[in-house]
């Protein structure tokens, strides 16, 4: 018995990747020092597209991992990054994968 009552519905992350509501980054995320699971949203994946794609992403990732390894433990990790021309607040929180595993998604600071 749920202790809510019984769910009506749910959207699992592998249903938001499949979509391409997230976008796994996890090979360029493991090239970073990253050893779990690694997504970015949708507006994040559009706002990189260019032709420096993987050169914002890579700075997206290593400002990331900086900041985990400055900020210690913590499952929400808030940092800005510089894409393009503008600074941007972004926001990436650890949480358990479909199967409870941890995995990692990093989106702007408005999102959830």
């Keep these: 018995m749920e202790p809510f009552g019984e769910v009506i519905s749910s959207y699992s992350r592998a249903q938001a990747l499949e979509d391409g509501v997230l976008g796994d980054v996890s090979e360029k995320a493991r090239e970073a020092g990253f050893k ?23 700075d997206v990732l290593n400002v990331l991992m900086f900041s985990i390894r400055q900020s210690g433990a913590g499952e929400r990790i808030y940092f800005k990054v510089k894409i393009g021309r503008k600074v941007e607040d972004l926001w990436a929180v650890c949480g358990p994968g479909d ?5 990692i998604t990093i989106m702007f600071q408005d999102e959830d």
């Design 36 to 58: 779990i699971p690694v997504a970015i949203t949708e507006r994040l994946h559009n706002h990189l597209e260019g032709e420096s794609y993987n050169g914002r992403l890579w």
């Design 99 to 103: 199967n409870m595993e941890p995995v």
